[in-house]
């Protein structure tokens, strides 16, 4: 069974790869710490499964499962961040890894694996992430976020917002009932907001994927406003682009 990790994170990347040399019958046949070189690659190189970071710059490993060649390759995602458990099992994953990742629970997973792609009957969901004892247990809802907006918290619905543009240590939310002016950080927030319907287009701006009414000359138009592609983000963009409903 072939496989191919994907993580920015050097040690990640690292623990990985011993995981597989330790795995029988498991063969490791690439390793990549930028999205957009690990989609170029298996574009053109088949392989049984992708262990997959969800939270990268430029593009999301979310985002880049939904980019990849039908039928693609069984998805394992890992990441730190076990809100994104739900958005894996839309995505059919095969599990979901909770960073630090244990040896056994690896090897549960390429075991799952293996009977999926040696099995026809449908596979049995991936168990849901360990929750610590001290963690809420009510979920942010799916559908909205909560921002602090002066001395309240601002309930902001993702089917309303338009775009976000970033003005030093503050963010101004426009939506499709005003502007919301929040002290918070792009990082933060690309963290809460569903990777397949927003995209980062500029260090600056981040834009609802279904408000954008056109795209030219290196800027996109939202609301009527255009607003600028930067060069770091412009290929990811594009590859997005490419794949949101493009005729």
Request: hydrophobic residues 45%; proline residues 8%; contains cysteine.
């Amino acid at each position: 069974m072939t496989c191919v990790i994907l993580d920015d994170e050097p040690l990640a990347l690292d623990l990985l790869a011993d995981y597989c040399a330790q795995v029988p019958g498991l063969e490791l046949v690439g390793q990549f710490d930028d999205a957009l070189a690990a989609l170029a690659f298996l574009q053109d190189n088949p392989v049984d499964v992708v262990f997959l970071d969800i939270h990268m710059p430029r593009l999301t490993g979310v985002q880049l499962a939904q980019l990849l060649p039908q039928p693609g390759p069984r998805i394992v995602f890992t990441t730190a961040y076990d809100q994104y458990a739900v958005r894996s099992y839309e995505l059919s994953a095969a599990d979901y890894l909770l960073k630090p990742i244990a040896f056994e629970r690896f090897v549960q997973a390429v075991q799952r694996v293996r009977q999926q792609l040696t099995s026809t009957a449908p596979a049995a969901p991936p168990p849901a992430p360990a929750v610590p004892e001290s963690a809420p247990a009510a979920a942010a809802p799916d559908d909205a976020m909560f921002v602090k907006n002066e001395h309240r918290l601002q309930r902001v619905a993702f089917d309303d917002l338009l775009y976000i543009e970033g003005m030093k240590e503050y963010l101004m939310l426009y939506t499709t009932t005003g502007k919301v002016l929040t002290l918070q950080s792009f990082r933060r927030l690309e963290e809460v907001l569903p990777p397949e319907r927003f995209a980062r287009i500029h260090k600056s701006f981040l834009v609802a994927l279904s408000r954008i009414e056109h795209v030219e000359r290196g800027k996109v138009q939202v609301a009527g406003r255009l607003l600028p592609i930067g060069d770091t983000y412009r290929e990811s963009f594009n590859a997005l682009i490419k794949a949101y409903n493009q005729l």
